[in-house]
């Protein structure tokens, strides 16, 4: 079974640039999630997705944080315009059912200069 | 406000030695609990879940954890670490209301050769 794939592993842009994050969770799991993990911190949900609606989106910075699932499938979440403290790891999970384990991406590393 | 801790940042452990990482939880009813594992540059991995029912929960890698609502605790713990459990670790837990997952800010655990 092929695990939550994820896209850049690793990603260096300026302040005030735009990036996205591109995630592909495992076949059939209907909720995806999105989490911010700041060096020496636990991860925190940004944004959870059950099939393409948004169930919980209260910690995304929706000034500059956006995030889509078109066809409950894979997802996008972008920055625009990145500040210096955006600077973390995203990870992307994706669970069978909303209370069930997670499984995780890799990460996308995020470095804003 | 429901919340996890994780009150020790860093624990260092003799390979062989027992190990016993504290995890407290904040909530209004008893949440469904997770520990997982986090490598270097790894996403996280399931160890083990508590969601009803027997309060001693066997886990992947000989991990087992005790959940006591007396203490709003999930302790995790392994009789003889390894060198291969130096890694860092996050106690999570979400409610069937909710849905939303909060994680610990994890304890990063060091092995001594």
């Known amino acids: 079974e092929a695990g939550v794939a994820q896209s850049p592993r690793y990603k260096i842009i300026e302040k005030r640039q735009s990036v996205a994050f591109w995630c592909n969770p495992i076949?059939?799991?209907?909720?995806l999630y999105w989490y911010q993990q700041i060096l020496g911190q636990g991860p925190k949900l940004l944004i959870q997705?059950?099939?393409?609606?948004?169930?919980?989106d209260s910690q995304l910075p929706k000034d500059r944080f956006s995030a889509e699932r078109l066809k409950g499938v894979d997802s996008t979440l972008k920055i625009q315009p990145a500040k210096l403290e955006d600077s973390a790891v995203y990870l992307c999970?994706?669970?069978?059912?909303?209370?069930?384990?997670?499984?995780f991406g890799p990460g996308t590393r995020l470095t804003v200069l | 406000a429901q919340s996890v801790t994780q009150p020790d940042i860093h624990i260092t452990v003799s390979e062989g030695a027992s190990l016993e990482l504290r995890c407290n939880y904040s909530?209004?009813?008893?949440?469904?609990l997770f520990w997982y594992v986090q490598s270097p540059g790894q996403g996280l991995q399931l160890l083990l879940k508590?969601?009803?029912?027997?309060?001693l929960v066997q886990g992947i890698k000989g991990f087992e954890a005790e959940f006591k609502r007396s203490q709003s605790s999930f302790n995790l713990r392994k009789p003889s670490v390894h060198w291969s459990d130096a890694a860092e670790y996050f106690c999570?837990?979400?409610?069937?209301?909710?849905?939303?997952?909060?994680f610990g800010t994890g304890t990063r655990l060091k092995v001594l050769a």
């Open positions: 076949s059939g799991h209907a909720t």
């Open positions: 999970a994706s669970s069978l059912v909303q209370t069930g384990e997670q499984f």
């Open positions: 508590y969601f009803s029912g027997d309060t």
């Open positions: 909530y209004g009813a008893t949440p469904y």
């Open positions: 999570a837990a979400t409610t069937s209301g909710t849905y939303k997952y909060i």
């Open positions: 997705f059950q099939n393409n609606g948004v169930v919980d």
